[in-house]
Each structure stands twice: as C-alpha cells, then as structure tokens.
C-alpha cells in the first residue's frame, strides 16, 4: 500500500487534471469498444450489429464513468451538479414545504438584516468614529438633554484636556442663499471651526480644507462645497476650486469638495468659516450653540475624557458661580449626538429580534416534519445500498439551495423595508444617520452568512442525530404512527413551538395595537395652537447685497405687514422656530431681577415672533398682552412668558412687570403670559419659553406664518409672489400649509406604529402557518378515527369540534404564556405611549379576540377535511 | 470473511494484476488475454474491468502510460508498479487458500 501523502498527492494531481482525466475515460472506453466491435466483425457480425452488440456488452458506458469516477475518488466535484439535481427536483415535488421554509427563512434573514443595518445605522461618516466624541453641557434640573456648550466652557476644558485633541465647534447646517445666476437657492450650510477637519481627520475629494489663516478677522471668506452641491448646480467642475461664489450674499472663494461619503453633519451643502466673536470666547453661560466636536488623542479613552469633565465642572463651578451654576460638563460619543440614547432603536430591535425568534421556531417546526420524512427515506436507501455520507450531502446540498434562496428573498425584504423606512420619514424627524440607511456590503455579507448558517444548522442537526438509524425501527414506527394518536415526542416538541410562536405573536399585536392607539391620541391631542387654514414659509435674509449690509432690524415685522394686506389673507406673523416642526431652538438662563438667584432656569426656550404670531395661530394669551407696532424699541424690551415657566417660577407671584434677565445680557420687562404651545410635540414636557419681538433682534432668519380665509395651498402663489415683490433679494423655502407641517410631526410615531404593526403582521402569517399545520397533520393522522365515528354515527360536527377543540387548546396556552409576556414588554413602550397605559385592557382584549378567531379561521379548512372523510376509505388506508 | 462482492471484486484484481505480469497493455489487451488464458470462461466487461483499473491505480499498484495500439492509435496502456509487482504472489497465495477452503467444504457436506 503505497503511504497517505503519496495518495493524496495523487488525489489532488487527479483533481486538477480533472477534465483531462474526463477524456482518458472516454477515450478509454470508446477505443475499448472499437476494438471489441472489430473482434465481431471478425467474428461474423456485420458493422452495425456488432457495434450494438459491443455496447450492449458493455452495459452503459455513463455508469463506467460513475464508478470510475468514484474509484478515483473525485466523486464529490462531479456530484455536486448531480446534487443540485436531485434538490432541485426534491424542492419542487413538495412545493408548499418549499415555499413555506424560503419565506420563513427568508423574513428572519430580512428582519435580522433590516435590524442589522438599522443598529449600525450612524450619522458619522467617518471610519473611526468611535474616536470622535462631542462635548455637552447639561443641567440635572434644568436642561437635562441639552447637547451643546457654551464656547467659554469649551475652550476651558480643551485648554485644561489631556484625553482630548482638535477641539472644534460646529453650527448648522441651516439655511442660507446662494446666488445661481439669476436667481437665490436656499441651501444648509454649517459653519465651522478649522479644526473641524482636524477633528475629523477629513481629507477633501478636491482641493484643500481650511487653514488657520481663514480664520483671521479680514481674511477672504472661504467655503468648502460638499460634492452633491458640487454635482448638481456647478456640474462638477472641478475648475471652481479658487473661484467665488456667492453665499449670503457675499463672496466665498471656494477650496475645496467634500466627497459624498464624509458629509457630516447630515444634509449639509457647505461648509463657511466660525469664528468666534471676541466675547463668545469668554461666555460661560449664554446661548448654547455650538455643536463641540473632539477627538479622543490616540490611547486615551472616552472614561478618561469623561473624568476630565468632571473635574472642569468643578472648577468652573469654583471660579464661576454665578454663570455657571448647576451645569455639569460631559464627553460623549458623536454618534449620539441630538438624541437621548439609543431608545428609538431598541423599539426596532426588540421587534425584529421576536420576528426572528418566532421564524426560527416556525423553521423548527417545518424541519421536524421533514425530519420524519427524511428519516424514513434515509432507512429505505440505506437498505437499498445507499451511503449515509451521500445522503447528507444531499441533504445539505438541497438545504443550501433553499437558504440562498432564502437569503435572496430577506435580502430583497429588508432593502424593501428599509427603503420605505426612509422614503416615509420626513426629514425632520428622521433619526441621525436615517438618510444613510440602506443595504450596504456589510448589510448584504451579514445576510447571505446568517442564511447559510441557518441553512447548515438545520441540515446538520437531523444528519448528526440520525446518521445511522436502525433500519426496522424507523419503518416500523411509520407504520405505527398512521394507527395512534398519543403524540410521539416530535409531535408534542411541535405542539410547543406553535404555542411559542402564539405567544410572540401575541407580544407584537399587542405593542402594535399600543403604538395604534397611542398615534391616534396623539393626532387629536391639542398642541396650543390652530393650525387649520395657515400657510408658512421660510424666509431667509442675506447678510449683503451689493456689498451694502443688510438691515434687519424690524425687517420681518414689515414683511408680516405686508403679507397681511395680500388679499385672502386674515393675518400675518413670523416665528424663529416653527412648532412642531422639529427645527432647532435657542436656550438660555434667566433670572428675575429682584430676587435671589434660581436655579434650574437653565434650558429655558427662548423664541422670537412678530406681534401678528399670535393672532394668526390664535394662541390664546390669558393673562397680560400680546406684543405691538410699538415694542421694537430695543432700550426697552418686553417679553412674553409661558404658563409652565409661570407654574415654575411665579407659582405665588404675577410675573407681569417684573424684569428678567437672560444670560445674553437682554433685559425685558413681562407684558403677557401665552398658554403652553407643545413646540416639540405633545409627547414630553412643553418646556418654559420666554418669547421677545422679533424687532428687537437681528434675526436673518424667520418662518412667516399666514392665515389665509380659504385654502393656504391655494393662496400660496400669491403669497410667495407677495414676498419677493417686498424684496427680490429674500430666498424663500419650505413652503406647506401648516397641515402637512402636523402630518411631519406625526410620522414618527406613524412609522413607528407601521413597523410595528408589520412585524406583528408577520409573526401572526408565520406562527397561523404553524397552526395550521398541526391541525393537518392531526386530521391526516386520525383518518382512521374519523372514518370509525363516523360510520359508528358521529355528527359532522361533533367532528369538527374535536379538530376545532385542539386548535383552540393550543391558541388557549398561547394567550395564557403570552397576554403575561405582552404587558412585561410593553412596559417599556411607555415612554412613547400617549394617554394610553402599557396595560391597556382594551388593546389586550381586542389582541386575545382577534387571535382567538383567526385559529378558529384557521382550522375550518383542516376541519373541513376531515368532514370530507369518507369512512369506508379511512378504514382501508389502515 | 469477506462478501460476494468484495471476493468477485479481490479476483478481478488478481487476474488484472497478473495478465500485467509479463507486458503493460491496454484495458481490452487485458479483457482479451483473461479470455484467452480462460478459454471463454470468464468474461470481463467494461463495466467491471476499468472500474478495477482505476482503483488498482489508486491504490499504486499499477501505472498508467501512453502507448501506440497496432492500428496507430493512443490507448492508455496499464503497467506494473514496483508495489504491484510484489503484490501478484501475495494475492495468488490467499487466493489459493481460499479456493482450497471452499473445495474441503464442498467435498466434506
């Protein structure tokens, strides 16, 4: 015997000359034909009988090749193409297992990736962006989500930061106008720092980023375009880098592009220069603006950054009592930046994760049934000579066919999803990093390998357990299973799973009938104002035109005026910061001259309006006036409050006269208390608001608000018309009814309740399919005993009760494992449930009916099948 | 001991290997000499005969070479490998034992 290495050696030389061997046997064989059908020849026979008969003596020359092939021991390659054969055919002659297991496997693989690519979701761009982190600000009581910090306290810790580097700040994006030709375009740009791309380790697709120079008080201004921009308005000309354009009004030279994959932050067109005013650098407590960007130096960790706060709070607290009271500082990762925490994700995850646990379990229970049939085929063909190896290899080869099949399928199911998650969600309720998602390489290996492993796992496990089955027990025990009906432990492991997989199902309806219920509330909770018959939009200012300056003061208040003479329209007035529409705010502290210092005024919501705001979103004002033509005198300011900043500060004491002062020095005196406007929505806390007259600032920016007699779509040509003939100069956007502005807000919660309602749909089709087929199995096993009562005189439905009775004793233990289980998860929703109790009893209720009829839907059709029996047939199929 | 199979299967080896004794042939070389040397009697089709080939190939006891037919042509001609050649007396020893056994019990019942 020639040694191992020596023979494999020869294996392997045999598998490459693989097609060369094809052909030696081929020629092997016909020369050894020839040369047979000539001996006949000589023997008598003429040509073509004796070239018959040589091949009939030959006995098939397709299976010399076989066994040749498989004495040379390249069977596995040449098999494989066989292999795939036979699945296929197996595939097809039970074609609703097929398509049960592809869609089941499939809608797991789907529901997985669609999680996978919704949990990796980010909206920093860059490759290590875990070691970019942002800097907050917040006050335990004041303002416990703030994101930002005011610059002073910035600049302190990356003076004192040892963890941390390439300290930036970032403002924006938000809107400016940029001059196309003729005509303004409003685009969002951000303003940022030049160690911004420091920070971020950016390099431009083309051109150069900032330099320190572009930061000095008379240099040229300079912008970086972002490569969309690029594209569509300059047509990606790579000659501008060095040219002007210009951007509020004034000349920008352009540096450079930024390509498509690093924009940050999300949407931004372009990018401008911040600096800093002079006494930004030492505020400690004003206005938080700044989105402060930061980059953890390499080997330092987020913790070490984090304790690094920690002592900067207390020595600002130390050296800066009264501005910097009851703050704290915090390092963060810049992933989660504007959110909380990763709650709007877990909602997701949770649902998609019972998805997949019930298409597991349902994948389960369709393999133990093919389990029963493979073990008998298996017994049969061993019996008949076949390898136990090749008939797992057979196995294998048609499971993976199915899990390719599968995983094409939830691939496609997941890019569908995921495509309409963000075609639905408007803009601006978008979770960060939304515009972003989609089916990337990672999403698309992540899918393929789960489908494979499925595949493998569920065509592992029978082989192994049953690699060699005694061959009489297994035919034995067919026989057996056709004449009782105790159920064999596979049976009852099934019976099991279905009612898992009620239970799952049970969870998801029931969240999903909460966020139902919960999405109505919220569509007729009042926000405090009337949205009905009121158009808005944006307008935007230029800083220059013509190189003269533009002049703000009082601008809006003008514009107001003059669209409320445009025939059709009731009233006019303008907003900083439109409610409910998910745009930014400004905050600030206070404090009320006259008495002790407070605390926890921190976070306070300051808003500007023009006096016809009120009136034209009739905004009830209870105590106090609203503003007038005559309050744009700047020496002395006036102001409006809000009833939850009076509950909070004012609780024994009329806030109307008194003086506060905000933290940006503005004095005002209180003429009026307005009734709470949900400006975030009706979830969550109004927040106290302090609002001044839009004449008193310099705001460049503003959403007009006009209610209109009719229609707001409808007028709304006219008053966009109305606008530019005020001024040619001012870029308009955003132009909806206050209508649609309600529907935006109330998508979220919409989308949410929508995927949630998919899902729970999802899990009801697949653990029904499981119900469903039991209640087969049990009428296909107990033939026989239909067919005896009947013919011992049994009613047609004393029959289908029997059948029906199993069903609902399944759907019974299900409600029972799952109504508990529904209102331990759901407790989580509440957080996001309005005016509706995790533990809704209506929801609950209407869940357990709903579940109830459709097992009672689904087994009449089994049922139905039994009544069909004909008795006489059962009895003989024995 | 061993079953039908596996003995028809060992005898074919042992017929093979030693029609290569004298001179490598061809497959039908081989399948015509086994006939000669048997007088008609035993009958090796293709179907048998290369199946063997290629496993006495595999397990190195025979080698494979080009050759040039009578007729001009190419056929692959098998010859004896070393291993094979010491495998041949071997063979003939057990199959000799087991022939004689078989006969004792013939003649004994």
Known sequence: ?878 | MTDRADFLQGTLDLLILKSLALAPLHGWGISKRIRQLSSDVLQVNQGSLYPALYRLEERGLVKPEWGLSDEGRRPKFYRLTAAGKKRVPQEQHDWRRFAAAVEQVLAGS
């Open chain 1, 1 to 878: 015997m020639e040694n191992p290495s020596a023979r494999l050696a020869r294996r392997i030389a045999t598998l490459v000359r693989l097609r060369d061997r094809e052909h030696d046997m081929d020629d092997e064989i016909r020369f050894h034909l020839a040369m047979e059908a000539k001996d006949l020849v000589r023997s008598g026979l003429s040509v073509g009988a004796a070239a018959r008969e040589a091949r009939l003596r030959s006995g098939g020359v397709e299976r010399h090749k076989e066994e040749g092939r498989d004495a040379r021991g390249v069977r596995l390659i040449g098999n494989l193409a066989q292999d795939l054969r036979y699945a296929l055919r197996q595939c097809m002659r039970s074609p609703a297992f097929t398509i049960a297991t592809v869609i089941t496997l499939g809608l797991s693989v789907g529901a997985s990736t669609f999680m996978f690519s919704f949990a990796t979701m980010t909206p920093v761009p860059f490759a290590d962006a875990d070691r970019l982190v942002y800097v907050r600000q917040f006050s335990a009581t004041g303002c416990p989500s703030c994101q930002q910090v005011s610059s002073g306290n910035a600049l302190s810790f990356a003076a004192a930061s040892r963890a941390l580097e390439s300290i930036a700040f970032a403002q924006g994006p938000s809107q400016t106008a940029l001059r196309l030709g003729d005509r303004s375009e409003v685009i969002r740009s951000t303003a940022v720092t030049y160690q911004f791309f420091d920070a971020t380790r950016l390099t431009p697709l083309l051109g150069r980023t900032f330099l320190p120079s572009d930061t000095m008080p008379n240099a040229t201004p300079v912008v970086m375009l972002g490569e969309p921009l690029w594209r569509t308005r300059f047509g990606a000309d790579s000659s501008i880098i060095g040219r002007d354009i210009v951007l509020d009004g004034r000349h920008h030279t352009v540096r450079g592009i930024i390509a498509h994959d690093d924009i940050y932050p999300e949407r931004t067109d372009a990018w401008t220069v911040l600096t800093l005013a002079a006494a930004e650098v030492n505020d400690h407590a004003s206005d938080l603006n700044y989105l402060t960007i930061a980059r953890l130096r390499d080997g330092a960790t987020l913790s070490q950054a984090a304790a690094e706060a920690a002592t900067v709070t207390r020595r600002l607290t130390r050296d800066y009592p009264s501005d910097f009271r009851d703050w704290q500082l915090d390092v963060r990762p810049l992933r989660l930046y504007g959110r909380g925490s990763d709650d709007d994700k877990t909602t997701f995850s949770v649902a998609a994760g019972l998805v997949l646990a019930i298409a597991c379990i349902s994948l389960a229970v369709l393999l133990v049934a093919r389990l029963t049939r493979w073990r008998r085929e298996l017994a049969v063909r061993s019996s008949m000579g076949a390898r136990a190896s090749r008939l797992t290899r057979q196995l294998l080869t048609e499971t993976l066919l199915v899990c390719v099949a599968a995983g094409l399928v939830g691939v496609g199911a997941a890019w569908v999803g995921l495509n309409g998650l963000v075609r639905t969600v408007p803009v601006s309720v978008a979770p960060p990093g939304l515009t972003r998602l989609g089916i990337d390489a990672p999403a698309l290996v992540f899918a393929l390998a789960l489908a494979v492993a499925c595949g493998l796992l569920i065509a592992l496990w029978p082989s192994l357990r049953f690699a060699r089955p005694d061959l009489t027990d297994e035919l034995r025990e067919g026989v057996r299973s056709q004449s009782t009906h105790g159920a064999s432990g596979s049976e009852r492991l099934r019976r099991a799973l279905v009612v898992v997989e009620l239970a799952l199902s049970i969870v998801l309806l029931t969240a999903a009938g909460l966020l139902f219920r919960s999405e109505a509330n919220i569509a007729k909770a009042p926000v405090g104002l009337s949205p009905d018959h009121v158009l808005t939009l944006g307008v935007q200012l230029p800083t220059e035109v013509d190189g003269r300056r533009v002049e703000s003061r009082g601008y809006f208040d003008r514009l107001a005026s003059a669209l409320a003479r445009v025939p059709g329209v009731t009233s006019a007035g303008g907003v900083a910061f439109l409610p409910l529409s998910g745009s930014g705010w400004s905050s600030s502290m206070f404090q009320v001259e006259g008495r002790p210092s407070m605390t926890g005024t921190g976070g306070t919501r300051t808003q500007v309006v023009t006096p016809g705001y009120f009136a034209t979103f009739k905004i009830p004002i209870p105590r106090g006036r609203a503003f007038t033509d005559a309050d744009a005198d700047s020496a002395h300011v006036v102001g409006i409050v809000n009833e939850t900043l009076v509950r909070r500060f004012f609780a024994n004491d009329d806030p109307i006269g008194r003086v506060l002062s905000l933290a940006n020095g503005t004095r005002l005196t209180v003429v009026g208390v307005v009734a709470d406007v949900k400006q975030r929505g009706v979830l969550g806390d109004p927040g106290q608001e302090i609002i001044t007259p839009a004449a008193t600032t310099s705001r460049r920016s503003m959403t007009m608000v006009v209610r209109t007699v009719g229609d707001p779509a409808a007028a709304a040509p006219a008053i966009v018309k109305a606008v530019s003939s005020f001024d040619r100069n001012l870029a308009v956007n955003r132009v909806r009814t206050m209508g649609a502005v309600m529907d935006e807000y109330l998508a979220a919660p919409r989308v949410e309740q929508t995927a949630m309602l998919i899902f729970a749909a999802i899990a009801m089709v697949i653990a029904t399919m499981g119900l469903y087929a039991i209640m087969s199995y049990t009428v296909a096993s107990r033939t026989r005993e239909f067919g005896v009562r009947l013919a011992l005189g049994a009613s047609e439905w004393s029959l289908l009760g029997l059948v029906l009775k199993q069903g609902l004793r399944l759907t019974a233990a299900g409600l029972v494992v799952g109504i508990p289980a529904a209102l331990a998860v759901t407790r989580v929703l509440q957080s996001r449930l309005y005016r509706v109790p995790a533990n809704d009893p209506l929801t609950l209720g209407a869940v357990a009916i709903g579940v109830v009829l459709v097992a009672i839907a689904t087994g009449l059709i089994p049922a139905q099948r039994a009544l069909g029996v004909d008795p006489l047939r059962s009895l003989k199929s024995e």
